[in-house]
T-cell receptor, first 111, second 117 residues
Framework: SQQGEEDPQALSIQEGENATMNCSYK?????LQWYRQNSGRGLVHLIL?????REKHSGRLRVTLDTSKKSSSLLITASRAADTASYFC???????????FGDGTTLTVKP | DAGVIQSPRHEVTEMGQEVTLRCKPI?????LFWYRQTMMRGLELLIY????????DSGMPEDRFSAKMPNASFSTLKIQPSEPRDSAVYFC???????????????FGNGTRLTVT
């Protein structure tokens, strides 16, 4: 089974609203990463948070990590139509050398 | 930097035919990954290389799948013979190791959409 699971599976909001997506995982990790995938394209890396970090910001993105609950959240503030995409979390386990992706959250931002 | 380049972008073939997917990673990256994406199974890691050497091929579905990396700038994923259930989008990704932190961000190509009829 996948290491990371995103919630919700789909999210539809109006432009200007905030979007929050969650990721839960099962085993201890080194890092957790978030990626965006536009339709018909490859995944694009957004942000990496290490296991000893609790929060990280990048522009309109805010990522939190709670290792005690084995969960992470991605917040996109002041969403734009261009944020419409699928968002994936990827977990990197210690000594695994590879990232394992969840099933993704499909975000639709209506103009 | 041109990014990770995959070819072809689309491939349509008949069951039983051999299919070869190609990938050129970002220059200087020492890790290369092959992923497969389907609606049913999501994004699955098939195999990854470090310095051209296969490290983990446990995700390769069966012997019909093989991957090679003859040099640092080229990799192939071959399916022989192909079957309709192989229809998916195949992604290649590369990354640069960072010493102890080898789980660096992945840089993906735009994928090859394979349809096997």
């Amino acid at each position: 089974s996948q290491q990371g699971e995103e919630d919700p599976q789909a999210l539809s909001i109006q432009e200007g609203e905030n979007a929050t997506m969650n990721c839960s995982y099962k085993t201890s990790i080194n890092n957790l990463q978030w990626y965006r995938q536009n339709s018909g394209r490859g995944l694009v890396h957004l942000i990496l948070i290490r296991s000893n970090e609790r929060e990280k910001h990048s522009g309109r993105l805010r990522v939190t990590l709670d290792t005690s609950k084995k969960s992470s959240s991605l917040l996109i503030t002041a969403s734009r139509a261009a944020d419409t995409a699928s968002y994936f979390c990827a977990t990197d386990r210690a000594n695994a050398g590879k990232s394992t992706f969840g099933d993704g959250t499909t975000l639709t931002v209506k103009p | 930097d041109a990014g990770v380049i995959q070819s072809p972008r689309h491939e349509v073939t008949e069951m039983g035919q051999e299919v070869t997917l190609r990938c050129k990673p970002i220059s200087g990256h020492d890790y290369l990954f092959w992923y497969r994406q389907t609606m049913m199974r999501g994004l699955e890691l098939l195999i990854y290389f470090n310095n051209n050497v296969p490290i983990d091929d446990s995700g390769m579905p069966e012997d019909r799948f093989s991957a090679k990396m003859p040099n640092a700038s080229f990799s192939t994923l071959k399916i022989q013979p192909s079957e309709p259930r192989d229809s998916a989008v195949y992604f290649c990704a590369s990354s640069l190791s960072g010493g102890q932190t080898y789980n660096s961000p992945l840089h993906f190509g735009n994928g090859t959409r394979l349809t096997v009829t």
